[in-house]
């Protein structure tokens, strides 16, 4: 059965998609979009909303940290997206599906793709940090990325699809070395949100 996720026409969006980056949030601009998705949302079959550039589809997508270090994972080849096969990412997060069923299919989007992907004994608080927008490649033209922070506080967390992923907690210097392999959202997050900046590559 062909997946369905989530979208809403551009127009539809609050505040528009002409950004390119993090534009920072808050619960009262996360409820514009929630009263617009309700209104405006439709849920289309996967390969056809990653296609058609008239659409967003909605991504919530977590950063969770722990004091001065971030959560890194990185896509093996065992990934469904061929576009992210050894890409490295600091967001956990997917598409909404029909099954994210309620009031507020973001929130319980959020809350599935966080126990589909991690191992964690303890309930995350989910912090808004604002929505991400990157229309300059193929995968961010067709997506709105909506970002919370959630802190560790020291408590474990394990990747669920060990075969797919692997993550660990690094400093921000090491994700500042990782540059290279981050994807397109995790580099502009790693940017605004943690004001880590690449690290310059050495002459020979």
Not at 67 to 80: H, K
């Amino acid at each position: 059965m062909t997946e369905r996720v989530l979208v809403m026409p551009r127009a539809a969006i609050p505040s528009g998609c002409d950004f390119t980056g993090l534009r920072r949030g808050d619960q009262a601009d996360l409820a514009r979009l929630r009263d617009a998705a309700a209104i405006h949302g439709r849920y289309v079959e996967r390969p056809a909303a990653e296609n058609d550039p008239s659409l967003k589809q909605l991504i919530p997508y977590v950063v969770l940290r722990d004091a001065d270090r971030v959560f890194l994972m990185e896509r093996t080849t065992a990934g469904g997206d061929v576009r992210l096969h050894a890409k490295a990412s600091i967001g956990v997060g997917g598409h909404l599906n029909p099954v994210d069923t309620g009031d507020d299919p973001i929130e319980a989007g959020l809350r599935r793709e966080w126990h589909e992907e991690l191992v964690a004994a303890w309930e995350p608080e989910f912090t808004l940090a604002g929505f991400l927008n990157d229309d300059s490649n193929a995968v961010g033209a067709v997506h709105l990325g909506i970002v919370f922070v959630v802190e560790s506080g020291g408590r474990p967390v394990l990747i669920r699809e060990a075969e797919k992923l692997s993550g660990h907690f690094v400093g921000l210097e090491e994700l500042a070395m990782a540059w290279e392999r981050l994807e397109t959202w995790s580099r502009l997050v790693a940017d605004e949100l943690l004001g880590v900046r690449p690290v310059p590559v050495q002459g020979g």
